[in-house]
């Protein structure tokens, strides 16, 4: 890990998201490839706005200062198709009048022309999540966890050059919830990709393994540096 | 006839007669006693507000007076009201129709005259005001299109064609109808006419039918078929003629009447016309048209009739129906009809015959800057018989009304 | 309140026979007569004449295909406008100035709009006054043939410009669900343009809301009486306007003839509803098709302002009709070329109240019984629906929404015949059901999305406390849906006070409102009193929306919670 002089990652500079006038946070930090934040925070701490900054979605009424670089280009104007961040939500939102496969088709890039090699490629994301023969199926018809790695599977196809996890196993019981989750992790690793989970669960928190942020107002915490580190009170119980 | 005829003789009895007066007098009293307190349903068209005042102040006068309470139902077209007494007679609503009292004439009292739609005959004639009603000259005031009224509408006011021009963009208007067909090809887009089977679009067929026709006494007659293409075929040669100058060269046509003195103010048509000679001055006078505006009529005349008002045969108040059209016809209520500024409508009365108090009213009377003297309106042609309003909207529509198919 | 049961659902048997009854009935009202089959008249037997009679009048394919044309284009014109504005700028500021300028206009009726759209582009026109005698060099009008264009071009426009707002208050309702922004967001995370999204994520899942009303707007458009009157082609004229004259025709053999157009109407606009779920059947499949592709169409930015313009047309076009109504309607005299009345007067306007004053106050009786009622029902038939155990089949709800689907004309003078039978006719009450007819489908329209989004577990945590059902209903269902039912009894108001053919026909004249006034008096040529009185049309349904809007917030000033989330 080096200092700020690397571009390469997400990297979160200087931000602050008010509204209506009020602070509701204010955060700088690095997320270097293949490595996770992970934000803690009560509801209401700002998890799910500073989300929609980063991926282009914050609603008109609320201000926001800072900048978003990913891998050294300034996202914060972009519009957000045009930012390449992958977001998996607490649902996992499969578009409801698609099959499996197509919610995966999808997500493939229009670069890959040919439609034979485009379904390989779903076929292949089902196979990787162990869910081959699942793509002709409705949506509906799948388990929470099921739908979640497609969902994942989804994010991913996309090519994102990073992912933002917005408590996505928070609908998941608590054996599948360790299964899926793992699944997510090793996969982002795999790809190199930057990494920014928000929840409020420990758990989370301790398998992502990476540094953890809090966002609320009791420790009035700001700024992600190495020294926030060894705040990391609740990995080790 | 011979009931018409009964009736005038009954109405001379009733001037000679002091006796026979009397027990005309005791009806009348019996039909002012049974009208008290009835409600008059009055379908008549709405469209003109100066009309809609004037009948507001007429339902405030009778209830005032006879206790009677007159509510005027807006109509957009009076045949509707037809449909609906029909209506109400086709599923045998004898009594209690929603339909007291109707403005009217020409066709759709022959159709409701002749499907039985109508109140007894007589009672029209019965009016104690009907004494003052012009019957010898205006003998349209008991021939409504040529049918008879049998005394089953009572006269209302008098209408006869006129046309209106502004005096600024038109000095000398034309004389008769070639003249305005001349004037059409050197204007193009500047005149019109509203689009059959609109009343006033009709009249103008009928108009110009009377103008062109070999003989003018067919007209008076139902139509027969046989003879109608030919007897209509001069018609249709002008019609040819001046459809391509015609305001967007006939593709459309203005809605009715008003909607064609609205063109003539905005200056779209040079010319307009209107059914009511007092139309334009009464329109200048509430702004509707320029200060500039004059009429004109044909030197060889122009179609008059009269409007009347009829009582379905299913009234629910009858008495008070009768109580207002008796009102209508009073000379105060139809002096103030004829002031420009509140209606400008002819009177159906006798004036030369009129008590001289009410003489006077009519005699003092400033018809306004636009309306021509009643010598300068020219002859009156009888409307045809009411069978030549179908026939010629059909042979119409089928020409100029059915687009390029 | 009705118990819980899997046995037949009484409530909707009961409504769809108080309102589909009515409507079958006149419709064998007009298919006997149409047959040659109208004792009163004399015609006792059964024969095909009147449809012979029907096919040799002039310009009679002409008139059906301008029915079907004009009433068509106007409705995917109408929709195509909403659905692209709405892909566009959904969600962005715009989108929400605008939707503040559209609500209003929904309040504003047919034929008022059309008269201030006349008054906007005729030759004389107000468009055409701004830039005359100066830039053009008219100082009279010029003789151009824009109104009553023989295709049908003004009326089409006409018709859109009245739709769109409908059909973007149905949108905007359908849009309004849970999870609809995270799919947005799911859409461009993956790296879609705002217009892909919409089109490939959004639109499948909120069509099916959209659908019946847009079916609506097309029976209407096929069959629409005023519009054309107002606006339309008269050589010759739509279907529709022709029905009604030869309905009106003193010569009452036509009634026969006119059965049979009424029939003919009838397909007509099964014609064009047909075409559209053919023409909506190819989209799905293409649209479907282009799931898979994976194009991004991320440089929208064209689109999205190209797809801004119609919309900013219509609110505009609108917006100075209505300005223009209102300059009307204190003008004595304004003539071509003066840009503003050259004399005013506001004596009509007294004259207007003080006449208008009793039709306003039974138009106003009118609709707030009819929204009254028609909520009521609806609430009643959802609320009892949540209590049945066996799932609804669709049948009788298709039922409910058959006034919406059928031309009104087509079974009107039936339902006129049959009104007289019973003895009802000119009676509040009778014109009360009659309006009830077409109201109920818009209340039921617009108040059971809402219902059924209403969450279930509110119900379920009331009745664990041990609440009855009334109960449940009255302090947990009703309040938590305070917003959406008063905007149902607004909408149904608005309707109400639209109807013109029903309120004449039943109402045999006695049953005055403002609608049947400003017809008769727009039959005139005086443009005062025709501005006024669609001012006045559309008095009750502004109250009504105003209303909606502001007593919720009033009434829940204090509850975050029940804010209105946009």
């Known amino acids: ?237 | 006839m011979n009931r018409l005829l009964a009736a005038f003789v009954g109405l001379t009895g009733m001037i000679a007669a002091p006796f026979a007066a009397t027990a005309q007098e005791q009806d009348w009293q019996s039909v002012l006693e049974d009208a008290k307190g009835q409600t008059v349903y009055f379908h008549a068209w709405g469209g003109e507000p100066r009309i809609n005042a004037y009948i507001q102040w007429a339902a405030r006068e009778v209830e005032r007076d006879f206790g009677v309470r007159v509510v005027h139902v807006k109509v957009s077209d009076t045949a509707s009201v037809v449909s609906q007494v029909l209506a109400e007679k086709s599923v045998g609503k004898e009594s209690g129709g929603a339909v007291d009292l109707i403005w009217i004439n020409g066709e759709n009292f022959a159709s409701m005259k002749e499907n039985g739609l109508l109140a007894e005959p007589g009672w029209a004639e019965t009016l104690p005001n009907w004494q003052y009603v012009d019957v010898e000259n205006k003998p349209t005031v008991i021939v409504d299109f040529t049918v008879p009224t049998d005394g089953q509408e009572s006269p209302w006011g008098m209408a006869k064609l006129v046309f209106m021009y502004d005096s600024t963009r038109l000095e000398t208007p034309p004389s008769d109808l070639s003249g305005l067909l001349e004037y059409a090809r050197n204007n193009p887009g500047r005149f019109s006419y509203p689009q059959p089977p609109n009343f006033y679009g009709t009249t103008f067929l009928k108009q110009a039918l009377a103008d062109t026709v070999a003989d003018r006494d067919v007209l008076s007659r139902p139509v027969d078929s046989a003879t109608f293409d030919e007897t209509v075929a001069p018609l249709f040669e002008f019609l040819d003629e001046l459809h391509p100058h015609l305001w967007r060269q006939g593709k459309t046509f203005p809605k009715n009447a008003a909607d064609m003195r609205r063109l003539l103010a905005d200056s779209e048509l040079d010319i307009a016309f209107s059914f009511n000679p007092g139309d334009a001055s009464g329109a200048i006078a509430n702004g509707e048209l320029p200060e500039t505006v004059r009429t004109f009529v044909f030197e060889d005349g122009t179609i008059g009739n009269t409007h009347f008002v009829a009582i379905p045969f299913n009234s629910s108040a009858q008495p008070g129906a009768q109580v207002f059209a008796n009102f209508l016809l009073s000379p105060m209520a139809q002096t103030r009809k004829q002031e420009p500024e509140i209606w400008g409508d002819p009177t159906v009365l006798n004036v030369a015959a009129l008590p001289a108090n009410e003489k006077a009213l009519f005699d003092t009377m400033d018809l306004g800057p636009a309306t021509l003297l009643p010598e300068e309106l020219g002859p009156v042609l009888p409307e045809p018989h009411p069978s030549w309003v179908s026939a010629l909207e059909e042979a119409w529509l089928e020409r100029y009304g059915a687009g390029s198919e | ?566």
């Open chain 3, 1 to 566: 309140m009705p118990k819980a049961t899997g046995g037949p659902d009484i409530p909707t048997i009961l409504v769809v026979s108080l309102l589909a009854g009515p409507v079958c009935a006149g419709l064998a009202g007009t298919v006997l007569p149409a047959f040659g089959y109208l004792p009163v008249l004399g015609y006792h037997t059964f024969s095909l004449a009147p449809f012979w009679e029907l096919f040799r009048m002039p310009g009679l394919s002409t008139s059906v295909l301008l029915s079907f044309g004009t009433g068509l284009a106007a409705s995917i014109l109408s929709l195509a406008i909403v659905l692209l504005f709405t892909a566009a700028w959904s969600g962005t500021r715009t989108f929400h100035r605008l939707t503040r300028f559209l609500s209003p206009l929904l309040s504003v009726p047919h034929a008022a709009a059309a008269i201030g759209l006349a008054f906007l582009i005729a030759p004389s026109g107000f468009l055409a006054r701004l830039v005359s005698p100066w830039a053009t060099g008219w100082t009279r009008p010029p003789d151009l043939l824009i109104l009553n264009d023989p295709a049908g071009y003004a009326m089409t426009l006409g018709l859109v410009a009245k739709e769109v707002p409908f059909l973007f208050l149905m949108t905007l309702a359908a849009l309004n669900r849970p999870h609809i922004r995270d799919y947005y967001k799911a859409g461009a995370s993956l790296g879609y343009g705002r217009m892909s999204t919409f089109f490939k994520l959004i639109l499948p899942q909120i069509y099916p809301l959209i659908r019946l009303p847009m079916l609506a707007v097309i029976a209407y458009s096929t069959s629409v009486v005023d519009v054309a009157q107002i606006l339309g082609p008269t050589t010759p004229a739509p279907l529709a306007p022709r029905l009604v004259s030869w309905m009106n025709d003193p010569d009452l053999a036509k009634r026969l003839m006119a059965s049979a157009g009424a029939l003919l109407q009838l397909a007509v606009s099964a014609g064009a509803l047909l075409t559209y779920l053919g023409l909506e059947r190819l989209v799905t499949l293409w649209l479907t098709s282009r799931f898979e592709s994976g194009h991004r169409r991320r440089g929208d930015a064209l689109g999205r302002q190209a797809a801004l313009v119609p919309m900013l047309l219509v609110i505009a076009i609108m917006t100075a009709s209505l300005a223009l109504l209102g300059l009307w309607s204190a003008a004595r005299s304004w003539w071509f070329p003066a840009a503003l009345p050259q004399r005013w007067g506001i004596e009509r306007m007294f004259d207007a109240f003080g006449m208008g004053g009793p039709a306003l106050f039974a138009t106003l009786a009118i609709a707030a019984a009819a929204a009254g009622i028609a909520t009521a029902l609806a609430l009643w038939l959802l609320e009892a629906r949540g209590h049945r155990k066996v799932p609804l089949r669709g049948r009788l709800n298709t039922l409910i929404f058959l006034p919406l689907l059928l031309p009104q004309i087509s079974f009107l003078f039936g339902l006129q015949m049959l009104f007289l039978l019973a003895g009802l006719s000119g009676s509040f009450e009778a014109v009360l059901l009659a309006h009830l007819i077409f109201v109920f489908p818009y209340a039921f329209l617009a108040l059971s999305d809402p219902w059924n989004r209403l969450d279930p577990r509110y119900a379920k945590a009331a009745a664990s406390t041990g609440a009855s059902r009334a109960r449940i209903f009255w302090q947990i269902q009703l309040p938590l849906l305070l917003r959406p039912v008063l905007v149902t009894a607004a909408v149904a108001a608005a309707v109400s006070v639209g109807q013109y053919l029903p309120t004449l026909m039943i109402g045999a004249g006695r049953i005055v409102t403002v609608t049947t006034e400003s017809v008769a008096l727009a039959s005139g040529g005086n443009r005062q009193v025709a501005a006024l009185y669609a001012l006045l049309q559309l008095i009750i349904p502004l109250v009504g929306f105003s209303l909606a809007a502001l007593v919720p917030s009033i009434v829940f000033r204090h509850r975050a919670a029940m804010r209105l989330e946009r």
């Open chain 1, 1 to 237: 890990m080096t200092g700020s002089g690397d571009s390469s990652g997400l990297r979160l500079k200087n931000v602050g998201i008010r509204l209506n006038g009020q602070p509701l946070l204010e955060i700088d930090c690095h997320i270097l490839p293949g490595t996770i934040l992970t934000i803690m925070g009560e509801s209401g701490s700002g998890k799910s706005s500073l989300l929609d900054f980063i991926a282009g979605f914050l609603r008109p009424d609320f201000q926001s200062e800072g900048n978003v670089f990913l891998n050294g280009e300034d996202l914060t104007f972009l519009p957000a198709q045009e930012r390449h961040i992958g977001l998996m939500f607490q649902a996992p939102l499969l578009f409801p009048h698609m099959s499996v496969l197509q919610n995966l088709l999808f997500a493939i890039p229009p670069k890959i022309r040919a439609r034979a090699e485009r379904r390989q490629l779903a076929q292949q994301a089902l196979e990787d999540v162990g869910l081959a023969g699942f793509g002709a199926r409705d949506p509906a018809t799948l388990s929470g966890g099921q739908q979640t790695r497609v969902a994942l599977m989804r994010t991913l196809l996309a090519e994102p050059r990073a992912l933002l996890l917005d408590e996505p196993f928070s609908s998941l019981d608590q054996t599948r919830r360790s299964d899926v989750r793992d699944l997510v992790f090793r996969l982002a690793r795999a790809n190199d990709l930057p990494v920014l989970l928000v929840t409020h669960d420990e758990e989370d928190a301790r398998s992502a393994g990476g540094m953890v942020h809090f966002l609320d107002g009791t420790t009035n915490e700001n700024g992600c540096s190495e020294t926030r580190q060894p705040q990391i009170a609740v990995s080790e119980r």
